[in-house]
């Protein structure tokens, strides 16, 4: 019942911090039709400059700069590096955020080192928020998801109450018909892309200190944002939002399993003919669970590339 | 030339299929005989560790072509190809070890062949799944099964030997020990060679025309006649072939593999290298990952920050010369052919590139040790900033004159720049 409890909060905060970034990610696919391979980069962009920040400016100064400054560097990548890139078509766009990708995980191996920094919470942060089964549940991690949920709400309340929602939402849709109803069509991608690329900055900001800040998180984290949006469907919202919280359960819930394909395989009796698979059949299940995500989207990509939510291709 | 009709002329081919018989065909013609006799002379002038390092040159080659048969050609970009890469690494490492225990009979100098039909088969299976989709779609699934794998080999103990991984002996054979590191690279040299010719050949073949027309017109084919599906995957497997051999050369050369072979950063520097190069010209990404490969190496033992250099290169590549820098150099020897004003629009553009490239990298080493860990130890220890050694002498990073001389390159070369375009275009 504990682990049960536990985990599903755990699955929830960890849904809740994909969808900062997922969200960012399928809304610029809707608009762009580019899949942004670079868009974890603003992840790790978020944590590495809150943590350089957080020396200087202290912890709270740094969670607003620092995604203020992915934000803005969204913009300028969006301006002068993709916007060139749209009249040799879809490939060169792709090519150009692979290389960006690329180039920001060269860069912070670099100037931070090829290593996990020693980017956590302030001691002040640092108490439990409740009490369950004798477990003490930090507060910083509800403070992860609190974050989350007051940004959905924003993005929410301006996307369906406001006018330049009401452009956004249609440019996600229909984007040359947008533009030709005479709506500043460049400047709404580009502001789309800085959003998206601010709100991976915040969540690289607040989950950095909570997960890890290492120069392969963008990569790590950037698998599972793919699977996130592709379940989802690219382009939905709400299906990311859904595909988010599935995924955070089911890596929070993997990570418990400690039975192995042998026990499985024990039950029919069939135990000594797993062993000889090799280690393999004997690990638990729970090393495997960096696969899950992964072997979800390729069947995703396969059976229903629309994805949950997504418009039939 | 008409619809329908073959280039005849091999340079042709080369030269992005618009030259004719010209001065540049001879040009070409040349330059690639001296490229081959030198590659032949090779082990005689260099050193061993020199010899390395143009075998890894040329395994990223052959890598390349593959990838730029699929990418470039055929229009599917691969984000994962280093799976097929590593499952002709390993392929090849089972072969040794089976020729080891005399469970197998195959002449060494045909080992790494166990290679290319590794990729070949694998590829077959991984291409039926990952060409049902295109575009974004199918750079997502090559993705993932390249990922999937990554997650899987450590714990694949029979197939690919854990995290140790697996190795081998390399056997003699007719007289040859292959315990030299010399006959490692004639080897190399010949499956290199014949890699390029046989891909060259394929370019020249009414299939290789199909892979072309897979990524111009692919909605006519089936009114032609054709399964696209069928042919994609066919084209997805050759290209896995290909990759599997330059896998099976590096398992050949290093007797071993490890499941490292399967992460994304092999499978980012192929795509890096291919675009550097340029996918129009058939060797454009073989020159981009040779002379990058051979670049990494000599640039790696004094700097650390190679592959960041790489990734700038390849931004900048995509921005200025989107077709590659292959491409780039055809164009440009083109308009030189029309006289001085071309030059001297060359020549500034190169010397801007330089200066610029300067800038870059002095600001870049200058960080890099400033942020560094012994320099923080140093700083916290003697609570002073000594001064960094960079290009020859000592630079002092409490003097704004040090930060000024990296800015003062960045605008001298936008200078330059500037200078160079009112030269004109390239392409008058």
Same mark, same amino acid.
């Given at each position: 019942?504990?682990?049960?409890?536990?985990?599903?909060?755990?699955?929830?905060?960890?849904?809740?911090?994909?969808?900062?970034?997922?969200?960012?990610?399928?809304?610029?696919?809707?608009?762009?039709?580019?899949?942004?391979?670079?868009?974890?980069?603003?992840?790790?962009?978020?944590?590495?400059?809150?943590?350089?920040?957080?020396?200087?400016?202290?912890?709270?100064?740094?969670?607003?700069?620092?995604?203020?400054?992915?934000?803005?560097?969204?913009?300028?990548?969006?301006?002068?590096?993709?916007? /060139?890139?749209?009249?040799?078509?879809?490939?060169?766009?792709?090519?150009?955020? @692979?290389?960006?990708?690329?180039?920001?995980?060269?860069?912070?191996?670099?100037? @931070?080192?090829?290593?996990?920094?020693?980017?956590?919470?302030?001691?002040?942060?640092?108490?439990?928020?409740?009490?369950?089964? %004798?477990?003490?549940?930090?507060?910083?991690?509800?403070?992860?998801?609190?974050?989350?949920?007051?940004?959905?709400?924003?993005? @929410?309340?301006?996307?369906? %109450?406001?006018?330049?929602?009401?452009?956004?939402?249609?440019?996600?849709?229909?984007?040359?018909?947008?533009?030709?109803?005479?709506?500043?069509?460049?400047?709404?991608?580009?502001?789309?892309?800085?959003?998206?690329?601010?709100?991976?900055?915040?969540?690289?900001?607040?989950?950095?200190?909570?997960?890890?800040?290492?120069?392969?998180?963008?990569?790590?984290?950037?698998?599972?944002?793919?699977?996130?949006?592709?379940?989802?469907?690219? %382009?939905?919202?709400?299906?990311?939002?859904?595909?988010?919280?599935?995924?955070?359960?089911?890596?929070?819930?993997?990570?418990?399993?400690?039975?192995?394909?042998?026990?499985?395989?024990?039950?029919?009796?069939?135990?000594?003919?797993?062993?000889?698979?090799?280690?393999?059949?004997?690990? /638990?299940?729970?090393?495997?669970?960096?696969?899950?995500?992964?072997?979800?989207?390729?069947?995703?990509?396969?059976?229903?590339?629309?994805?949950? @939510?997504?418009?039939?291709? | 030339?008409?619809?329908?009709?073959?280039?005849?002329?091999?340079?042709?081919?080369?030269?992005?299929?618009?030259?004719?018989?010209?001065?540049?065909?001879?040009?070409?013609?040349?330059?690639?005989?001296? *490229?081959?006799?030198?590659?032949?002379?090779?082990?005689?002038? &260099?050193?061993?560790?020199?010899?390395?390092?143009?075998?890894? &040159?040329?395994?990223?080659?052959?890598?390349?072509?593959?990838?730029?048969?699929?990418?470039?050609?055929?229009?599917?970009?691969?984000?994962?190809?280093?799976?097929?890469?590593?499952?002709?690494?390993?392929?090849?490492?089972?072969?040794?070890?089976?020729?080891?225990?005399?469970?197998?009979?195959?002449?060494?100098?045909?080992?790494?062949?166990?290679?290319?039909?590794? +990729?070949?088969?694998?590829?077959?299976?991984?291409?039926?799944?990952?060409?049902?989709?295109?575009?974004?779609?199918?750079?997502?699934?090559?993705?993932?099964? &390249? $990922?999937?794998?990554?997650?899987?080999?450590?714990?694949?103990? *029979?197939?690919?030997?854990? $995290?140790?991984?697996?190795?081998?002996?390399?056997?003699?054979?007719?007289?040859?020990?292959?315990?030299?590191?010399?006959?490692?690279?004639?080897?190399?040299?010949?499956?290199?060679?014949?890699?390029?010719?046989?891909?060259?050949?394929?370019?020249?073949?009414?299939?290789?025309?199909?892979?072309?027309?897979?990524? $111009?017109?692919?909605?006519?084919?089936?009114?032609?006649?054709?399964?696209?599906?069928?042919?994609?995957?066919? !084209?997805?497997? !050759?290209? +896995?072939?290909?990759?599997?051999?330059?896998?099976?050369?590096?398992?050949?050369?290093?007797?071993?593999?490890?499941?490292?072979?399967?992460?994304?950063?092999?499978?980012?520097?192929?795509?890096?290298?291919?675009?550097?190069?340029?996918? +129009?010209?058939?060797?454009?990404?073989?020159? +981009?990952?040779?002379?990058?490969?051979?670049?990494?190496?000599?640039?790696?033992?004094?700097?650390?920050?190679?592959?960041?250099?790489?990734?700038?290169?390849?931004?900048?590549?995509?921005?200025?010369?989107?077709?590659?820098?292959?491409?780039?150099?055809?164009?440009?020897?083109?308009?030189?052919?029309?006289?001085?004003?071309?030059?001297?629009?060359?020549?500034?553009?190169?010397?801007?590139?330089?200066?610029?490239?300067?800038?870059?990298?002095?600001?870049?080493?200058?960080?890099?040790?400033?942020?560094?860990?012994?320099?923080?130890? !140093?700083?916290?220890?003697? =609570?002073?900033?000594?001064?960094?050694?960079?290009?020859?002498?000592?630079?002092?990073?409490?003097?704004?004159?040090?930060?000024? =001389?990296?800015?003062?390159?960045?605008?001298?070369?936008?200078?330059? &720049? !500037?200078?160079?375009?009112?030269?004109?275009?390239?392409?008058?």
């Amino acid at each position: 019942m504990e682990f049960l409890l536990i985990s599903a909060i755990n699955g929830l905060i960890y849904g809740l911090l994909l969808f900062m970034v997922a969200s960012g990610l399928t809304l610029v696919f809707g608009m762009m039709g580019v899949v942004n391979f670079a868009h974890a980069s603003f992840y790790m962009l978020g944590a590495y400059f809150a943590y350089a920040l957080a020396r200087a400016i202290g912890f709270v100064g740094a969670l607003i700069l620092a995604p203020l400054l992915v934000g803005l560097i969204g913009i300028l990548i969006e301006r002068y590096l993709l916007r /060139p890139m749209h009249r040799f078509g879809g490939a060169h766009e792709l090519l150009m955020t @692979f290389g960006l990708a690329f180039m920001f995980q060269e860069l912070m191996k670099m100037l @931070f080192g090829d290593y996990t920094v020693p980017y956590k919470q302030p001691a002040y942060l640092r108490f439990p928020a409740f009490t369950v089964f %004798g477990t003490e549940y930090p507060f910083y991690r509800l403070f992860v998801g609190l974050t989350a949920i007051v940004l959905f709400a924003v993005l @929410f309340a301006i996307l369906r %109450g406001t006018r330049i929602g009401l452009v956004v939402r249609a440019a996600v849709q229909r984007p040359t018909m947008t533009a030709a109803l005479g709506h500043n069509i460049d400047t709404l991608f580009m502001g789309t892309f800085g959003l998206g690329a601010w709100m991976a900055g915040v969540a690289g900001a607040v989950g950095g200190a909570f997960l890890t800040t290492s120069p392969n998180m963008a990569l790590e984290l950037g698998v599972i944002v793919f699977v996130v949006v592709v379940v989802g469907g690219l %382009g939905s919202l709400a299906g990311a939002l859904v595909a988010s919280i599935l995924i955070g359960f089911m890596t929070s819930f993997a990570v418990g399993l400690t039975i192995s394909l042998a026990d499985i395989a024990g039950l029919v009796g069939a135990r000594d003919v797993a062993m000889e698979l090799g280690s393999i059949a004997s690990t /638990p299940l729970s090393t495997f669970a960096g696969a899950i995500p992964v072997l979800l989207m390729l069947l995703v990509l396969m059976l229903r590339p629309a994805g949950l @939510f997504g418009e039939k291709l | 030339m008409t619809e329908g009709s073959l280039p005849t002329s091999p340079v042709r081919l080369l030269a992005g299929e618009r030259g004719g018989w010209s001065r540049r065909g001879l040009v070409l013609y040349f330059a690639l005989a001296a *490229g081959a006799v030198l590659l032949m002379l090779l082990p005689a002038l &260099a050193s061993d560790a020199a010899l390395g390092a143009v075998d890894r &040159a040329m395994i990223a080659a052959v890598f390349a072509l593959a990838f730029n048969l699929l990418a470039g050609q055929a229009g599917m970009l691969s984000f994962g190809h280093a799976a097929y890469f590593a499952v002709g690494a390993f392929a090849t490492v089972h072969a040794m070890i089976a020729i080891e225990h005399s469970r197998l009979w195959l002449p060494t100098p045909l080992v790494p062949l166990a290679g290319g039909v590794g +990729g070949f088969l694998f590829a077959g299976v991984a291409g039926f799944f990952a060409t049902k989709r295109s575009g974004v779609y199918f750079a997502m699934v090559t993705l993932a099964i &390249a $990922e999937l794998l990554h997650t899987l080999a450590p714990n694949l103990e *029979g197939l690919f030997g854990g $995290e140790a991984g697996l190795s081998s002996f390399r056997q003699p054979f007719m007289g040859v020990s292959f315990g030299k590191e010399m006959q490692v690279y004639y080897l190399t040299v010949g499956w290199t060679a014949a890699s390029v010719v046989l891909l060259w050949a394929y370019t020249h073949s009414l299939f290789g025309r199909l892979t072309l027309a897979c990524r $111009e017109t692919e909605k006519r084919l089936p009114s032609l006649g054709f399964n696209v599906h069928h042919t994609k995957i066919l !084209i997805f497997a !050759i290209s +896995g072939l290909f990759s599997g051999l330059a896998g099976g050369l590096l398992a050949f050369s290093t007797e071993s593999a490890n499941y490292e072979l399967f992460q994304s950063s092999v499978s980012a520097m192929v795509v890096l290298q291919t675009f550097i190069g340029g996918t +129009g010209l058939f060797l454009g990404p073989a020159l +981009g990952a040779f002379f990058l490969t051979l670049f990494g190496r000599v640039a790696s033992d004094l700097t650390r920050s190679w592959l960041l250099y790489q990734g700038l290169l390849f931004i900048v590549v995509m921005v200025l010369a989107p077709h590659g820098v292959g491409r780039w150099m055809v164009d440009e020897a083109e308009a030189l052919a029309g006289g001085g004003r071309a030059a001297l629009r060359l020549a500034c553009i190169l010397a801007a590139v330089l200066v610029a490239a300067t800038g870059v990298v002095m600001l870049a080493e200058l960080s890099h040790t400033l942020l560094s860990r012994d320099y923080e130890a !140093i700083v916290t220890r003697t =609570a002073s900033y000594p001064p960094i050694p960079l290009f020859g002498r000592s630079w002092d990073p409490a003097s704004p004159l040090t930060w000024l =001389a990296p800015l003062a390159l960045f605008a001298t070369a936008a200078l330059l &720049a !500037i200078i160079g375009r009112r030269f004109g275009q390239a392409r008058a």
